[in-house]
C-alpha cells in the first residue's frame, strides 16, 4: 500500500500564492506517476498536474499553465504544487494520487489518494 499525506491548503487572496506538499509512504516504489487534481464544489474531480518519478515534462491542465508548477524530491518521496497568481475559481479541494502507471487525465486510472487538503480563494 501507498499512503499520501497532502499539506498546505489554506485562505488566500486572489493574486496571491501557496505551496503544496504531498509526502508518500509504504510501497513509494510502487508508484510511477504523481498527480495532483482538485475538485470544486458540485464540480467533477479534474487533473491540475501530473509528473513521473523518473523524470522527464511535467504535464499541466490549460488553465494552471504559467501559474502553478509541479517539482518533485525524489529524496523524500515529496511532490509539491507551487500556485501563483490565484485566482477564485482556483478555490477547491485539492489531492494528491499516484499510480503505477502514465500521467492519466481520469483520476479512475489513479490507485492512491491523500485525503485531501481545502485552498480557497478570496476575491
Known amino acids: 500500500q501507498v499512503q499520501l499525506v497532502e499539506s498546505g491548503g489554506g485562505l488566500v487572496q486572489a493574486g496571491g500564492s501557496l505551496r503544496l506538499s504531498c509526502a508518500a509512504s509504504?510501497?513509494?516504489?510502487?508508484?510511477?506517476?504523481m498527480a495532483w487534481f482538485r475538485q470544486a464544489p458540485g464540480k467533477e474531480r479534474e487533473v491540475v498536474s501530473a509528473?513521473?518519478?523518473?523524470?522527464?515534462?511535467?504535464n499541466y491542465a490549460d488553465f494552471v499553465k504559467g501559474r502553478f508548477t509541479m517539482s518533485r524530491d525524489n529524496a523524500k518521496n515529496t511532490v509539491y504544487l507551487q500556485m501563483n497568481s490565484l485566482k477564485s475559481e482556483d478555490t477547491a479541494v485539492y489531492y494528491c494520487?499516484?499510480?503505477?502507471?502514465?500521467?492519466?487525465?481520469?483520476?479512475?486510472?489513479?490507485?492512491?489518494w491523500g485525503q485531501g487538503t481545502q485552498v480557497t480563494v478570496s476575491s
Open positions: 509504504g510501497r513509494t516504489f510502487s508508484m510511477s506517476v
Open positions: 494520487a499516484a499510480n503505477s502507471g502514465s500521467p492519466y487525465v481520469s483520476p479512475s486510472r489513479y490507485n492512491y
Open positions: 509528473i513521473r518519478w523518473s523524470g522527464g515534462a511535467t
